[in-house]
């Protein structure tokens, strides 16, 4: 099998493409491709990973177009002897592969990213405890499991088009809240996520769901949110 050939993002925003040749190991990862890059080729390399097994979601990339967990994505299902590796979108550019995920966090804050524990919920041992099997906890089940790649943010057109645009993760984020009954901030994120920059900006293109690597729909999601923002409008709840 010939070598990969790998071109990276290097420098800022005003970088470029810079082209390695990179062994094929069994079993290789994107992630592996660019670590060997840096621990063989250039010590400068700079990119972000933690976990390695797809939990944390800290080691997203564009990769040959489009945002990938670069830890669970394997050089053999891409095909090919080239990679192209490059930050994510429609975030600032810290260095090479590293983006600044501050904007991105930022909007998870603004939705209300945080469980408000609802008075009067809790039982007497201090647990509020919502059934496996009900409706309720298979709504939260949907969104829940949200990594915080950024992948969905950065594949998203209409954060593209409008950089203030809440995004897919932190409008899945308050739609999870929204159906969690132990949640006593209802009101104030509907609010929140109604404005020009909510949910009703999505266009629906569905990129966020066809490439969340954990199988979300944030799509379904901020969908979820336009009905219950059009609700409490007419009810006057927000
Ligand atoms: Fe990543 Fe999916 Fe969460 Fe978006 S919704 S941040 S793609 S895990
Ligand atoms: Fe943690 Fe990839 S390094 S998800």
Redesign the pocket.
Known sequence: MPDLTVRVWRGGADGALVSYSVPRQASQTVLDVVTWIQRHLDPTLSYRFSCRVGMC?SC?MTVNGA?R?TCRTHVSRLGGDEITIEPLRNLPLVKDLVADMAP?FDKWAEVGGPFVAKEGVATDNGFARVEPASRDRQAVDA?I?????????S?CDTVAWNPKYLG??AL?RAWTLVNDRRDGARTERLTAVSGDAGCHACHTHTS?AE??????S?TLSIAGLKRATALATVRGEI
């Open positions: 979601g997203a945002p967990w991105f969104g499991e949200c990594i915080g790649c950024g992948v969905c943010y594949a897919p993760a899945n966020c490439l969340c690597p954990k199988g979300l944030p």
